[in-house]
């Protein structure tokens, strides 16, 4: 309890010298993000991070890096409870996990706590977000700047990056709403940026990784009965498909939609109830909500506040001639 006591009390900290500390208030925000995309993808690192939420703080190791013929290498693992590993290498992604036999996929990036966009051109998301040089601090030891990406309108929150000023690493991530209220953050607890590789990923480039699963064409692309009339600006539809819980076997309509640097999932199924309130579940900055209309049960997942999720669910509809 501690240990996230004194990590939530790094942001106040750490804001508040930045305040102070107006040195670079003059530096543009897009040469930080530029850097930091540069970082993520050429650097040899070994780091430690934890996600901080609800009061809860969930450890991660990271080592990254290029082999002698410059591919990448990567390996997220997640320290506390079963085994969870995430390995990368020439485009295959494996994912190691409790109760599901390993297995890959064709990607070029892992699927973790820290947004796969910092890694990309960010500043693709200026149409939905603004970006701030705010000042300098101290983060892990080392100087630090802090950059803002706020969100135009009320329908996303803020993210804070503290990025190391000799290297454009990141060094702490926090989530926040509209008016500065921290929900999520990720701090940094050691970094090691080397000439060569980690010895983890020395025997990552010796592994046979996992058969890649073949998804057959078109799955991700279905026509569905339900349909989505609202999202806030920027989002666009990445998978829409059918499958079947696999807790419950019960058939679900599946839908993801991303601007860029948020998922938002919307599921559609039906229901033993005919109608049920709302009810609205957070898990640090995500958010979980649930209602049931007319026999059928609408679920909203992501990273955004509750009156969007409620806009995004209201909006779910039947497409006309279809038999529910």
């Keep these: 309890m501690k240990l996230i006591s004194s990590l939530l009390l790094l942001v106040t900290l750490s804001t508040s010298i930045a305040a102070n500390e107006n040195e670079s208030e003059n530096e543009k925000a897009e040469p930080w993000l530029e850097r930091l995309a540069t970082s993520l993808q050429t650097l040899n690192f070994s780091t430690s991070f934890v996600v901080v939420k609800n009061n809860q703080a969930e450890p991660y190791h990271w080592f990254h890096g290029l082999d002698e013929n410059g591919h990448e290498l990567e390996i997220l693992s997640l320290l506390n409870g079963p085994r969870r590993d995430v390995l990368r290498k020439q485009g295959i992604v494996s994912y190691i996990e409790p109760e599901l036999p390993p297995y890959s996929v064709t990607s070029q990036q892992i699927t973790g706590p820290i947004p796969a966009v910092f890694r990309g051109d960010i500043t693709a ?31 996303r929150y803020g993210h804070w990056l503290w990025l190391d000023q000799k290297t454009g690493m990141l060094l ?41 699963i073949e998804i057959p064409d078109g799955y991700q692309e279905q026509v569905l009965q339900w349909q989505v009339k609202w999202l806030p600006d920027g989002f666009v539809q990445l998978n829409a498909n059918r499958h079947r819980i696999s807790s419950t076997k019960q058939p679900v309509e599946f839908m993801l939609f991303n601007d860029g640097l948020v998922d938002v999932s919307v599921y559609v199924n039906p229901s033993e109830d005919n109608q049920r309130a709302t009810d609205y579940v957070m898990d640090g900055a995500t958010l979980v909500l649930n209602q049931v209309v007319k026999g059928f049960e609408v679920s909203v997942v992501g990273k955004i506040p509750a009156i969007t999720a409620k806009a995004i669910a209201d909006s779910v509809v039947l497409l006309p001639n279809s038999t529910p």
């Design 125 to 155: 998301l200026g149409k939905n977000y603004d970006f701030v040089s705010v000042g300098r601090s101290r983060v892990l030891g080392r100087p630090a700047q802090l950059i803002r990406i706020v969100s135009k309108d009320p329908h």
């Design 172 to 212: 702490k991530l926090a989530l926040v709403t509209r008016s500065g209220q921290l929900l999520e953050q990720i701090q940094f607890t050691h970094l090691d940026i080397t000439a060569d590789i980690s010895e983890s990923l020395q025997q990552l480039q010796q592994t046979t990784l996992p058969k890649v």
